[in-house]
């Protein structure tokens, strides 16, 4: 089997051990079978096993319970984050704040989270304990942030990269972080994959906000979100700061405006070079992801690390 | 400095420490220093401090500490339960749902969650997390049993029972539990003071059941919630299993209903004997609490159990 193979059959081990392990509460359980029945990107986890995969076979049980605890902390955060934005669908399926209520989604986000650290217990390591509670605050404050900056015109490029960074960025990079603590590997290692982890999901959140803005239906997701929500991304904030005055009252009255002509704003933020500046960006992280990967030594990991950022840059959904 | 002196410092401190750790960013601070700026009744921290004051002054720093993670566990749970329950009144205080939005309670509670996994993962004890992550896994499930007992006249006492346990009483345990861990206490003691702990636990959520049917107006919280919200707790449940099948229809259309005649319902739920066995149940778990005090061989930290049982038993707030 070459490492592609494995890693995908880790990743299968990963699925099962998350779904097998549900309470026997019916309410609980109904729950967590619905969030978990449709299969995620699995972008951080396999990132995750990427990173442990150092030393294969060594703590093989910890390295699935690790890319599992990984998996289980990034569903929380989704489940909270359709209540946050009242979203009613997620992984092609209707949330569960829709089908249920906000009430099931905020309790059963947090017997996920719960259940997360349970599993981090078991594995024990301190080292991994604290950069995962560290980086589930960051996410939390990412999120905060990002609320308050919701129809805020005056938002600078700094805060929009702290936004992705602790909102997505943060994970990607706890995910190769503490994949090559469990590997034990050593200090060059842990850095450089870290780094490169990082730049992935900073490269995967820009990705995400330009897909927002793409007539593309692959997604699964509804177009033009964060510009109905009122959420300034990239492409907005790049087109706002090259509009006039009149193009600028356009812009805003698209703000949080759920009936927004979408076309029309698209074509005016492609022509105000938001979307080309958004691409330029990812390209920078594109970058710099790939020159921490070409710095990792493990061959195989370097590997499939150039490969995960391909995959992040690429995406169309 | 007798010992109630110094558990009043101890909390003192606890407050302080909570206080001090703020994050910087503006949105999250806000936030933060809104919910702490009340000072809750920090019973559950109270009883951790006693429970690790077996040895008062070895570990001095990890005891406050301990404590000011049982406050904020605590804390988050409030948070999310009143974007749960939709409660605009916190503590005599607008909750966050109610000042800010829903969303804004949802991120702010997993950002005290975090914080307190932090808090624990510096302690670093292995007993400590475990015991933590569990209690606030069966939390966030005996929230979700309330919420689908909701409207629920086939409920049986069991379940109830369940619930009173994991949403309060299970926290109360872990307190005890974890605190007699912290002050490395024989299996003897920690398995005491964790089910007196527990079963004052179950006794101070009987009597906040109790509170809410009350026409008492020290609670600081609206009365008949419950009732309004559609919650079936112990009063509601002995009346109805003693109604005939007139009253168990004015009952029923009572069940989540915001323009209920309250002191009606309460006079027929008086008359069912609700109020009554409800009281019978409380003393059950007061008796419990004090039979598990008295094993406590430490006589100062029995005292203290004593007088924590009482003041739960006799609460009116």
């Given at each position: 089997?070459?490492?592609?193979?494995?890693?995908?059959?880790?990743?299968?081990?990963?699925?099962?051990?998350?779904?097998?392990?549900?309470?026997?509460?019916?309410?609980?359980?109904?729950?967590?079978e619905h969030i978990f029945k449709s299969n995620g990107k699995k972008i951080r986890s396999r990132l995750n096993l990427i990173s442990s995969s150092l030393h294969r076979n060594k703590n093989k049980i910890h390295r699935i319970r690790l890319a599992a605890i990984i998996e289980l902390l990034?569903?929380?955060?989704?489940?909270?984050?359709?209540?946050?934005?009242?979203?009613?669908?997620?992984?092609?399926?209707?949330?569960?704040?829709?089908?249920?209520?906000?009430?099931?989604?905020?309790?059963?986000?947090?017997?996920?989270?719960?259940?997360?650290?349970?599993?981090?217990?078991?594995?024990?390591?301190?080292?991994?304990?604290?950069?995962?509670?560290?980086?589930?605050?960051?996410?939390?404050?990412?999120?905060?942030?990002?609320?308050?900056?919701?129809?805020?015109?005056?938002?600078?490029?700094?805060?929009?990269?702290?936004?992705?960074?602790?909102?997505?960025?943060?994970?990607?990079?706890?995910?190769?972080?503490?994949?090559?603590?469990?590997?034990?590997?050593?200090?060059?290692?842990?850095?450089?994959?870290?780094?490169?982890?990082?730049?992935?999901?900073?490269?995967?959140?820009?990705?995400?906000?330009?897909?927002?803005?793409?007539?593309?239906?692959?997604?699964?997701?509804?177009?033009?979100?964060?510009?109905?929500?009122?959420?300034?991304?990239?492409?907005?904030?790049?087109?706002?700061?090259?509009?006039?005055?009149?193009?600028?009252?356009?812009?805003?009255?698209?703000?949080?405006?759920?009936?927004?002509?979408?076309?029309?704003?698209?074509?005016?933020?492609?022509?105000?070079?938001?979307?080309?500046?958004?691409?330029?960006?990812?390209?920078?992280?594109?970058?710099?992801?790939?020159?921490?990967?070409?710095?990792?030594?493990?061959?195989?990991?370097?590997?499939?690390?150039?490969?995960?950022?391909?995959?992040?840059?690429?995406?169309?959904?």
């Amino acid at each position: 089997m070459n490492s592609m193979q494995m890693l995908k059959k880790e990743i299968n081990l990963v699925e099962k051990m998350i779904r097998k392990d549900v309470a026997t509460e019916a309410t609980v359980k109904n729950l967590y079978e619905h969030i978990f029945k449709s299969n995620g990107k699995k972008i951080r986890s396999r990132l995750n096993l990427i990173s442990s995969s150092l030393h294969r076979n060594k703590n093989k049980i910890h390295r699935i319970r690790l890319a599992a605890i990984i998996e289980l902390l990034h569903t929380a955060t989704l489940v909270h984050d359709d209540v946050v934005d009242d979203s009613s669908i997620r992984r092609g399926n209707r949330s569960v704040n829709n089908i249920w209520s906000n009430a099931h989604g905020v309790l059963i986000g947090d017997y996920i989270y719960s259940k997360a650290f349970m599993y981090m217990v078991d594995i024990g390591n301190q080292q991994i304990l604290q950069e995962l509670s560290n980086a589930t605050n960051d996410i939390s404050q990412g999120e905060l942030i990002q609320l308050d900056a919701i129809n805020n015109k005056e938002i600078t490029l700094n805060k929009l990269k702290k936004i992705s960074y602790f909102k997505t960025g943060r994970l990607f990079e706890a995910s190769a972080k503490t994949g090559a603590i469990l590997a034990e590997a050593n200090k060059k290692y842990i850095e450089n994959i870290s780094k490169c982890a990082k730049n992935i999901g900073i490269l995967f959140q820009i990705k995400d906000d330009l897909l927002d803005y793409s007539t593309n239906l692959k997604t699964g997701k509804p177009q033009f979100q964060d510009l109905k929500e009122g959420k300034i991304t990239y492409p907005f904030f790049y087109a706002y700061k090259n509009a006039n005055n009149k193009q600028k009252e356009i812009l805003i009255n698209s703000l949080g405006n759920k009936k927004v002509q979408t076309l029309k704003i698209l074509e005016l933020i492609e022509k105000l070079n938001g979307i080309k500046k958004t691409e330029d960006l990812a390209k920078q992280f594109y970058k710099n992801a790939i020159i921490f990967a070409k710095e990792i030594h493990n061959i195989e990991v370097q590997k499939e690390m150039i490969e995960l950022t391909n995959t992040a840059f690429n995406r169309e959904k």
